[in-house]
Each structure stands twice: as structure tokens, then as C-alpha cells.
């Protein structure tokens, strides 16, 4: 039976809190107590008395050691991404048929980078681009037309100086973005999809985002139900962590995405919201891809893509407060603002009331 850590009790600051709070991943927030699971029992240990009632368990040290420990900042050609703060990622997508947002900058590569552009202007570290739709029924996209629609998009931000991501499953494709300029791979098939993109992503020695999704060789919206889906979504990331560092991949450059929407009912992404926090026991920067999701629309009577920015905004911060390192997001401008404001909130805090 398995064991799991999940950070509770968050506090506004450390300051006088000697001993009795942990500070989660080298960032901004701090915690009071563990919720600890082990199978269907769960029961609440305070960090002061951690090491007193855990400490002598290997499963539980580890876990501890992997939540409190910062994350290594990337440097990546003349940027680095760093993770003591939460980072914007903003979505570009260029294909035709996007459920949020597709079709409007699919054939025109000058019109796609400058989006990006201004997304970056607006405070998005990270551009992440791509060419193949990933909603429930969509296409599969021939990889070379996939290549054709974001290497061009690529090369101008990169001249640019923006730093891009690829979203993509394909070997081929991987390789033609990566040439092109980008620096991270973001693969919603957790480099299971395509037997090549494990070596491709290895040989390039690039950060990669591995994303849950129940059967990746079926696509992204594959698989069945769940008994406990975030201790099955956090167990399948972990082997997924353990595969790809035996296969060459530094740990250090691996990120995690929990997979929201994809082949999760509305009841599973709603209870791996709310238990983000236990992802930090795998040790890895997380990404969180909730903007505009239809977990918004099914709780707002049907609101359609465009009009989740307050859904989106809320599942965001919900984030930022679980001390996810990663949005990414539609809505640049509104994300960022809301994360400054939050930021405030936290420096003011910090340093007293």
C-alpha cells in the first residue's frame, strides 16, 4: 500500500514559526501540517511533530525531502525560468480547429509570432505553441503539416528573443521545433505516444513536460474511470519520472501536468484541483492547464471558451495558492495582473502586518 504526503495548514508567514512550518518547494508559501494517505485512511501530522511520528519511514523522508526542496532554475540559451514564483506559460495555438481559440492565426506564421510576442510583452515567460488540436474528437494531424504550421511561428519568436515551448506528441516534430529555436518540450502523452520522442527529447538535453492522461497511446482522452484519481494520477507521474531518467532525461529537467480535461470527469478534475498540493511529492516544477477548460463551462450554466476568463482566473489562483510553479494560460494580461496582486499580498505579509 501505497504512501502519499499532501501539504495542509497554510500560513501567511514563517516569521515566528520556528520548527512548526516547512516551506513548500522553495517558494513563496509555507505549511503547518501534512494530510498523510495511505490507501483510504487519512490522517493530519503537524511539522512539528514530523519527524517524531514519520520520520523513520524511507517512503515519508523522501516525500519530504521532494516537497521542501527548491526547484532548480532552467537556464535555457540567454533565459533562465526560475521557480520560486509562479511563471505565466501563454497558449498560441495555429491550428484550425482549437476548441478555444484555433483558426484565427493558423496560415499566417508573422501574424502567430507576433501574438506571441505581445503575450510575452505582457508578462508570459514562456510561449507555448501548437500545431495539432488536442480536444475530444479532434483530428490526428499528419506530422509534417504539423511542423509546416509551427516551425516558421517559431523561428520568428526565437529571433525575437521570446522563449517557446513545442506542444506536441511527435518525434518528428520535436526535433523540426527544437531546430527551430524552441527550448521545451510539452508533450500531453508524456513521451508515450510516439516511441521516438524519448530519445529525441534525451538526445536535445531540453526540460520536458510530462502531462497525465489515461491511455496516451490512445490519444489524450483515452482510458476509463478512476478509484482515487489524484493518488492514481500522482502514482502514474511518478513511474512516468522514473522511466524517462532511465532512459537518459536529467531530473532536473522534467516538469508535471496533471491533465486536467483530459479523460477526467468533472468530479476528477475538481478533486486533483483541490489536492495539487500532493504533486509536489514527485519533485518537479508543476504545470497547471485549467484556462478556459470545460470543467468552467459545466459549472457556469454552459458558458462558452470565450467566456470562462472568470472561471479561468479562479482555477489559476487556486494554483498559485497549491504553489504551482507553472499557468499555463489564454488570458496573459488577466493572469499576470492577478498574480501581482496575489504576490503583493504575499511580500506584504512577509514582511509584516
Not at 508567514?13 to 517558494?27: E, F, H, K, S
Not at 486536467?260 to 511529492?281: E, Q, R
Amino acid at each position: 500500500m501505497s504512501l502519499h504526503l499532501r501539504p495542509i495548514q497554510f500560513v501567511d508567514t514563517p516569521v515566528g514559526r520556528d520548527g512548526a512550518v516547512a516551506r513548500l518547494a522553495g517558494g513563496m508559501l509555507w505549511f503547518a501540517a501534512y494530510e498523510v494517505i495511505e490507501g483510504d485512511a487519512r490522517s493530519t501530522v503537524a511539522i512539528a511533530d514530523f519527524e517524531q511520528a514519520l520520520g523513520g519511514n524511507p517512503r515519508v523522508a523522501a516525500l519530504h525531502a521532494a516537497i521542501t526542496a527548491p526547484r532548480p532554475a532552467l537556464t535555457l540559451g540567454e533565459r533562465t525560468l526560475r521557480f520560486d514564483q509562479p511563471l505565466v506559460a501563454g497558449i498560441l495555438n495555429v491550428t484550425p480547429d482549437s476548441f478555444s481559440d484555433g483558426g484565427k492565426l493558423e496560415n499566417d506564421p508573422a501574424a502567430a509570432a507576433a501574438a506571441g510576442v505581445a503575450m510575452a510583452a505582457a508578462g508570459a515567460a514562456l510561449i507555448d505553441i501548437g500545431g495539432e488540436s488536442t480536444r475530444p474528437n479532434a483530428p490526428l494531424v499528419w506530422e509534417g503539416d504539423e511542423a509546416k504550421r509551427v516551425v516558421p511561428v517559431i523561428e520568428r519568436l526565437a529571433a525575437a528573443g521570446t522563449l517557446v515551448s513545442i506542444d506536441t506528441r511527435k518525434a518528428m516534430v520535436m526535433e523540426g521545433a527544437l531546430g527551430a529555436g524552441a527550448r521545451i518540450v510539452n508533450d500531453v502523452s508524456a513521451l508515450l505516444w510516439d516511441e521516438r520522442a524519448t530519445g529525441v527529447v534525451a538526445q536535445a538535453g531540453c526540460p520536458v513536460i510530462l502531462m497525465h492522461s489515461p491511455d496516451p497511446k490512445k490519444g489524450p482522452h483515452g482510458g476509463g474511470g478512476y478509484g482515487n484519481v489524484l493518488i492514481e494520477v500522482f502514482d502514474w507521474l511518478e513511474a512516468r519520472i522514473a522511466a524517462v531518467v532511465a532512459a537518459g532525461i536529467d531530473r532536473s529537467r522534467i516538469m508535471v501536468d496533471p491533465g486536467i480535461g483530459f479523460g477526467k470527469s468533472l468530479a476528477d478534475n475538481l478533486a486533483l484541483i483541490n489536492g495539487l498540493a500532493l504533486f509536489h511529492g514527485l519533485g518537479c516544477p508543476i504545470m497547471l492547464g485549467a484556462s478556459r477548460k470545460r470543467m468552467i463551462g459545466a459549472l457556469s450554466n454552459e458558458a462558452p471558451p470565450a467566456a470562462r476568463l472568470g472561471g479561468s482566473l479562479a482555477l489559476a489562483m487556486k494554483g498559485v495558492e497549491a504553489g504551482v510553479q507553472l499557468l499555463r494560460v489564454h488570458d496573459v494580461a488577466e493572469t499576470v495582473q492577478a498574480i501581482h496582486v496575489w504576490r503583493g499580498l504575499r511580500d506584504q505579509a512577509l514582511v509584516g502586518r
